[in-house]
Every structure is written in structure tokens, then in C-alpha cells.
């Protein structure tokens, strides 16, 4: 009824930049908070960074001042760009989004498929 689709995952060297995007469709009738999480194998999935609709961010200390979050709700689009990349970087990133849906009137928690993102030193 919803889905999310990532891009702009890749590899990189250390110290260059990336930007994933994420664009929501289907039966949307409005978007909460998106976010971007991440996860290595045999890992749980963390917290890279959240945007509510209004434009508040959260940060994962490990990303701050590297990475910036930002949305175009016209576009039910949120992208994360990635910059001074660091191996440690290295994951597959998910984006998420809370999701109010057309009808029948429901409160979706959505995931994207994933996108891998490495870094090499």
C-alpha cells in the first residue's frame, strides 16, 4: 500500500561524500517522522538520523557534523547526505518513515529494502 525506494548508495574512499534519497509512494495521505537507519550483518539495525514533518533532527553522535538529514514533503522524499566518510561507515542503510494512509485510514511503519553503502580506506 506504501513503499519506500532508496538510491544513491555505492562505494566510496575515506573522506568522500555520498547522498541516498528515499521517496515514499502509494496511498499516503500524510508523512510523520522519515529516518535513516543502518545495519551490518549479524548486527541490530541503528540509528543514523530522524526529520519530523516540521523539520526537527536527531543525529547519531557517531554521524554529527558529517552527515545532514533533510526532506521535500512536497515530494514525500527524504535524503541523508553523507560527507568525510569513514569505513566505519560501512553498512546497509534503511530508510523509514511513519506513514498516515488514504483510505481505509491507518498508521503505517515502513521500511525501504535497503541500500549498501562502502567505504574503503
Known amino acids: 500500500q506504501v513503499q519506500l525506494v532508496e538510491s544513491g548508495g555505492g562505494s566510496v574512499q575515506t573522506g568522500g561524500s555520498l547522498r541516498l534519497s528515499c521517496a515514499a509512494s502509494?496511498?499516503?495521505?500524510?508523512?510523520?517522522?522519515m529516518g535513516w537507519y543502518r545495519r551490518a550483518p549479524g548486527k541490530q539495525r541503528e540509528l543514523v538520523a530522524t526529520?519530523?514533518?516540521?523539520?526537527?533532527?536527531n543525529y547519531a553522535d557517531s554521524v554529527k557534523g558529517r552527515f545532514t538529514i533533510s526532506r521535500d514533503n512536497a515530494k514525500n522524499t527524504v535524503y541523508l547526505q553523507m560527507n568525510s566518510l569513514k569505513p566505519e561507515d560501512t553498512f546497509v542503510y534503511y530508510c523509514?518513515?511513519?506513514?498516515?494512509?488514504?483510505?481505509?485510514?491507518?498508521?503505517?511503519?515502513?521500511w525501504g529494502q535497503g541500500t549498501l553503502v562502502t567505504v574503503s580506506s
Open positions: 502509494g496511498s499516503i495521505f500524510s508523512i510523520n517522522a
Open positions: 526529520i519530523t514533518s516540521g523539520g526537527s533532527t
Open positions: 523509514n518513515a511513519g506513514v498516515f494512509t488514504t483510505q481505509p485510514h491507518r498508521y503505517l511503519e515502513v
